[in-house]
């Protein structure tokens, strides 16, 4: 995707958010990607399948098999958007600092937002650990141990869920503070 499209991309979500934002769940609730979140994850949309912010960019056929890995086929969207307080979304370019670093989106299971959800309210850190079996959900090896990330840059990058760190999900400074990760 050329930069300058990237660019209109992330200004369309932008827009979208500022004049409706819908609420977390509910009937009005809309994606990035084509999902139905009145069913199960690895289930078939069902009443409450809408399309997603970016099937305008899809032309007119609106293949959503481009949001399904082709390991693992059975999710309605086989990736997440960063949603993690101090992450690039719905930001203006200038606010992304070090874009070859902070993740948009990456190879996912279930839902295609990630964020710890575990925390009702923001802000929100991204989902920890980021190894072990509790974290193969958001951050599934599936790719010979590597998940694959989108970054701010629109580059691609092959990454082992070992090597990611606060850093890649958010702005340094961003809340809530992680002791674990001091000053990401």
């Avoid at 991309?9 to 009145?38: C, K, M, Q």
């Avoid at 923001?122 to 920890?128: D, K, T």
């Avoid at 090896?141 to 691609?156: I, K, M, S």
């Amino acid at each position: 995707m050329p930069r300058h499209a990237e660019r209109s991309l992330w200004a369309f979500i932008a827009r979208s958010r500022r004049h409706s934002t819908p609420p977390p769940t509910g009937p009005n609730e809309v994606w990035w990607s084509p999902y139905d979140p009145t069913q199960v994850p690895d289930g078939t949309p069902g009443a409450g399948y809408k399309n997603g912010l970016l099937s305008p960019f899809l032309s007119t056929t609106n293949d959503t098999t481009i949001f399904k890995c082709p390991i693992e086929k059975q999710w309605q969207c086989g990736y997440a958007m960063n949603y993690s307080t101090g992450s690039p979304a719905a930001q203006r370019d200038g606010f992304v600092t070090q874009t070859s670093e902070r993740l948009v989106a990456w190879d996912h299971r279930r839902t295609p937002g990630c964020s710890d959800s575990r925390i009702t309210m923001p802000p929100r850190p991204p989902f920890l650990p980021f190894v072990g079996t509790s974290s193969e959900t958001h951050y599934p090896p599936r790719h010979n141990g590597r998940l694959n990330g989108l970054f701010y840059d629109a580059h691609v990058l092959a990454i082992k869920p070992g090597n990611l760190s606060v850093r890649n999900f958010r702005e340094p400074g961003s809340a809530p503070d992680i002791a674990t990760y001091p000053g990401e």
